[in-house]
């Protein structure tokens, strides 16, 4: 569906499968993500967004009170998500990208969550008075940063900056596999940064959702990384 303004409304259902044992309604959350036409990478949703966030739904239950943080947000579906589950959220896109940040605002407007989601300027490698002004952060969560090589380090240490001031704190991503030869591991040693890779295979399952349809035909992975 399209605004006729170059942007375009997706809607994102998540929901449990019918019919409930208990006999109550099944629990549903919609969630609205407008996209620009003929824009960057930034204002369109990705195949891994959507994964990361069915993850989310499907542990909702862990996320209220959680203080949550999504780097590299763009259309920031994982982190909207999170919020309407009852997590303190903060969305970050590169701060010198103002559009970006000014869509994630857009984001969280048609979403009714203004003034409850913080919009912030957060540049990879770069560490800058934000990064040092984030408060207290339980999880972090990343859909499809690890999409170019050169940026791959950049993030990590960017993660590892959070981590080391957060350490029980988690950052959860997924991404989609491009190239059999690209890998994070010697980066995530060299940081001091351990990973779990998170499998997928029921993903969906309560409420009915094919995960390779969800996917889109595309290898995508959940990664879990912590400090080592």
């Known amino acids: 569906m399209s605004d006729g303004s170059g942007e375009k409304i997706k809607k994102f259902v998540f929901k449990t499968k019918n019919p409930i044992i208990d ?9 609205i993500i407008p996209e620009l036409l003929q824009a960057s990478y930034n204002f369109y949703t990705w195949p891994s967004a959507p994964v990361l966030a069915w993850f989310l739904w499907e542990h909702r239950r862990e996320l209220p ?11 920031s579906l994982p982190g909207i998500v999170a919020a309407k589950c009852g997590a303190e959220v903060t969305l970050s896109d590169c701060a010198s990208l103002p559009r970006s940040l000014q869509h994630c605002q857009r984001v969280c407007d048609v979403n009714g969550l203004t003034g409850r989601v913080r919009v912030i300027g957060l540049s990879w490698g770069l560490f800058l008075h934000n990064s040092f002004n984030l408060g207290p952060v339980d999880l972090i969560l990343g859909s499809d940063c690890f999409y170019e090589p050169s940026l791959f380090e950049d993030i990590l240490v960017t993660v590892s900056f959070l981590l080391e ?15 059999a030869d690209w890998s994070i591991d010697y980066l995530l040693n060299k940081w001091g940064l351990r990973c779990e890779d998170i499998p997928l295979t029921t993903l969906g399952a309560e409420s009915g959702i094919d995960v390779h349809e969800l996917m889109q035909d595309h290898t995508i992975h959940l990664l879990e990384i912590a400090k080592s």
Do not use: M
């Not at 006999?23 to 969630?31: A, R």
């Not at 001031?165 to 190239?179: D, G, M």
């Open 23 to 31: 006999g109550s309604t099944p629990e549903t959350l919609e969630v």
């Open 165 to 179: 001031k957060n350490p029980h704190a988690k950052f959860l991503c997924t991404y989609q596999e491009r190239s």
């Open 65 to 75: 009170g959680k203080r949550v943080l999504e780097i590299g947000a763009g259309t």
